[in-house]
């Protein structure tokens, strides 16, 4: 137990380790907050730098940039509507509409704490039930992850703003897009029409970025002239009363994130839109609407996006396999510093969990200091000239676009969503399922495909996996449930059935 303690607190004992944790977490946050430029490819470009020092100073760093990293999306979120992550897509939607009444200062309090919150579950999870979430984890099979997928396609529901048939449409689209490129089991082409530059697919980050921030810098050029919103910025660390009406929603999204979290190949991402999806059927009576600025908007994604950190290490360090693409960056730098993540680690070095657990608690606690200062100079960015602002959209949606891949082809990528998603807004066409569709269009395929080849291409066989498997069971069932629940069938059901008690 004194071992135990003792890794835990080394890095709050040691300043070195502390600081680099710190700088870690505060470059991070600004890092996600600028589109295009992801956690990932810092913690992958930290690795060439920190080969060379020894593992705990090298993954105190790392913990920190993925820490900060996750959270800092959600700013350029909410005062621009460029989500800086996908994670932080799902917080655009009722984060702009609070910029834009003027409480910009409130919408990024809000989603500190509750990043702060949900950060805190995950790595509680982490700490005290790692071996358990992990088998759990370990039990999904390809049909498993294809039913996953199923239910976050079903998400248009929640995204599509009033219209399912244009939501429907739009996830559909997304899909299509997700599925341009080379075929990754047969090595064909899908979708290129013979065009050399789509071989390689369309980036996501150009999607997202297009889609969002270009989209509405071409929308905001019909109101160039219109004054800037000015931000009510007083109290920002939101009331203990606030806290306590949103913390039954927080423990629910914090619990959606570390177990979607904890699922190789998934990440914060679906856990946010699925945490969404959540908060948006639970909440009965929302003091303003979903999508014009509920804080049940803010609270459910972010806090689940940062629980879903904690959920990434479980299956990294019980059994070597990375919950998302920077855990498993993160398995690359244990390896080159001579340790073997995995069942054995837990075994042979449990100082090295221990001290990845405390790391994980100072970073987040570094999240919330560091992010609930400097909002009343981030919320300036709103207040400024609209022919300041446009422009700025611009340049930092083509230096996203372009830090991807280094590529011009996506910044023409990026150009033509960006005029596509414009003309969507314009007919009302829901921007939200095209990038949720492009995010599980891989997902999708790849494990449609292994689970039909595991049954030896019989349908028939797939059918009776998932109904003798009782995990398989269950998200089948949740499949059918929402599904119906989104059918004019459901609303009449509802209507009658609130009719009988009133009665």
Same mark, same amino acid.
């Given at each position: *137990? !004194?071992?135990?303690? $003792? ?7 040691q300043p070195q380790l502390l ?24 913690? %992958? ?19 920190? =940039? &993925? *820490? ?27 984060? &702009? ?36 979430? %992990? ?8 049909? @498993? !992850? ?17 219209? $399912? ?17 080379? @075929? ?30 270009? #989209? ?29 009406? &949103?913390?039954?929603? #927080? ?24 945490? !969404? ?13 979903f999508g014009e600025g509920a *804080? ?105 676009? &372009? ?6 082809? @996506? ?27 492009? =995010?599980? #269009? ?34 089948? $069932?949740?499949?059918?449930l929402i599904f119906v629940s ?11 059935? %609130? ?5």
């Amino acid at each position: *137990m !004194y071992e135990t303690l $003792l890794a835990f607190l080394t890095v709050w004992t040691q300043p070195q380790l502390l600081l680099l944790v710190g700088l870690g977490t505060l470059a991070g946050i600004y890092v996600g907050a600028i589109p295009g430029l992801s956690v990932t490819m810092a913690v %992958s470009i930290l690795i060439s730098f920190t080969f060379s020092w020894d593992v705990y100073p090298a993954i105190s760093l790392m913990i920190g =940039i &993925y *820490m900060g990293g996750v959270y800092g999306g959600s700013r350029t979120a909410i005062l621009l509507n460029i989500p800086g992550a996908p994670s932080a897509i799902a917080t655009a939607m009722d984060g &702009y509409p609070m910029a834009q009444k003027g409480e910009a200062g409130v919408a990024i309090g809000v989603t500190t704490v509750m990043s702060f919150f949900g950060g805190l579950i995950g790595i509680s999870v982490l700490a005290l039930a790692a071996p358990f979430v %992990s088998n759990f984890a370990l039990g999904f099979q390809p049909r @498993d !992850y294809f039913l996953l997928a199923i239910l976050g396609i079903l998400l248009v529901g929640s995204l599509s703003g009033g219209s $399912l048939v244009k939501g429907i449409f739009a996830g559909a689209f997304g899909i299509g897009l997700g599925a341009v490129g080379m @075929d990754p089991l047969t090595f064909t082409q899908r979708f290129t029409f013979d065009i050399p530059i789509m071989q390689g697919g369309i980036s996501f980050i150009a999607v997202m970025i297009g889609m969002f921030g270009v #989209s509405e810098a071409l929308q905001q050029l019909h109101h160039v002239d219109t004054a800037a919103v000015k931000q009510k910025v007083g109290r920002i660390v939101p009331s203990w009363r606030v806290i306590r009406k &949103y913390l039954p929603l #927080s423990l629910q999204t914090s619990s959606i994130g570390v177990i979607i979290g904890a699922l190789p190949g998934t990440g914060g991402d679906i856990a946010a839109l699925m945490a !969404y999806d959540h908060a948006k059927r639970i909440t009965k009576d929302p003091e303003v609407p979903f999508g014009e600025g509920a *804080m049940e908007g803010l609270v459910a994604p972010e806090t689940a996006n940062n629980a879903a950190v904690g959920g990434a290490f479980i299956p990294m360090m019980t059994l070597g396999i990375p919950g998302d693409a920077v855990t498993a960056i993160m398995i690359g730098a244990l390896f080159i510093h001579g340790l073997n993540p995995g069942p054995m680690l837990m075994i042979d070095k449990p100082d090295m969990f221990w001290f990845i657990v405390g790391a994980l608690v100072m970073a987040n606690f570094f999240m919330l200091i560091f992010g609930l200062t400097g909002i009343r100079v981030f919320t300036k960015i709103v207040e400024m000239p609209r022919s300041v602002l446009i422009p700025l959209i611009f340049l930092l949606s083509i230096v996203g676009a &372009y830090a991807v891949n280094n590529s011009i082809t @996506d910044v023409y990528w990026m150009l033509g969503f960006g005029v596509l998603g414009y003309f969507m807004k314009h007919y009302r066409y829901p921007l939200g399922p095209v990038i949720l569709g492009v =995010i599980l #269009s891989r997902l999708l395929d790849d494990n449609w495909r292994r689970a039909i080849i595991s049954e030896r291409e019989s349908l028939p066989k797939l059918l009776e996996g998932i109904v003798t498997s009782p995990l398989s069971l269950v998200l089948f $069932l949740a499949v059918i449930l929402i599904f119906v629940s989104q059918t004019p069938l459901w609303g009449k059901m509802k209507r009658r059935f %609130s009719r009988k008690e009133t009665s």
